[in-house]
């Protein structure tokens, strides 16, 4: 288990909804958590790893073009604990979701988690 579990993702129709959880485990980030911008990241087959959201540490976000208004990422400090809700999901967005540092750090991916659209 690496420093940040996600989870949350499974399959869904086109237009439904999901909510991701990505928690800081064990000690890596101790009592820093609150003070990393935080980002969700997805891979979708055959393509490189993007940057889809992201929070900073005062709660501005940030998000790419492809999910600007149906995607909203939020963190909770002290639960250590980021989320990304997904709403209107499209086929397109399916991939494996990771969250991680921004930017990132390698040492920080983890096993992510799956998330598949169906039409």
């Known amino acids: 288990q690496g420093p940040l579990v996600e989870s949350g993702g499974g399959l869904v129709q086109a237009g439904g909804s999901l909510r991701l959880s990505c928690a800081a485990a064990?000690?890596?980030?101790?009592?820093?958590?609150?003070?990393?911008?935080m980002a969700w990241y997805r891979q979708g087959p055959g393509n490189q790893r993007d940057m889809v959201a992201r929070?900073?540490?005062?709660?501005?976000?940030m998000y790419a073009d492809s999910v600007k208004g149906r995607f909203t990422v939020s963190r909770d400090n002290a639960k250590k604990t980021v989320y990304l809700q997904m709403d209107d999901l499209k086929p397109e967005d399916t991939a494996v979701y990771y969250c991680?540092?921004?930017?990132?750090?390698?040492?920080?991916w983890g096993q992510g988690t799956q998330v598949t659209v169906s039409a």
């Open positions: 991680n540092t921004h930017p990132y750090f390698t040492r920080y």
């Open positions: 064990g000690r890596i980030f101790g009592d820093t958590f609150s003070r990393n911008v």
């Open positions: 929070v900073s540490i005062d709660g501005r976000t």
